[in-house]
Structures are given as C-alpha cells and as structure tokens.
C-alpha cells in the first residue's frame, strides 16, 4: 500500500481564487491530512 495523500479537489468551487484543481493552503491541507488519517486508523 502506498504511503501518499494526493491533495487534489474533485470539485474546484472557487475558481476565480484557485485556478487549479490542486490544494495549495497548508491548513487545509494539515486539515485533510488529520481527517484522511483518523479514517484510515479507524478502518
């Protein structure tokens, strides 16, 4: 199993701010990061 979160949206809801479908704010992506290994270890 790899070791890797990809920090990709599926939906980009703000395009005039983020023109990419990439998450570049490092507390969201510290947010992100807590929520996919909380599920993880739960699973």
Known sequence: ???QIAYGSIINIRPRTNNSMEIFD??????IDQII????ENS
């Open 1 to 3: 199993m790899r070791r």
């Open 26 to 31: 490092p507390v969201i992506r510290t947010q």
């Open 37 to 40: 290994l909380n599920l993880l």
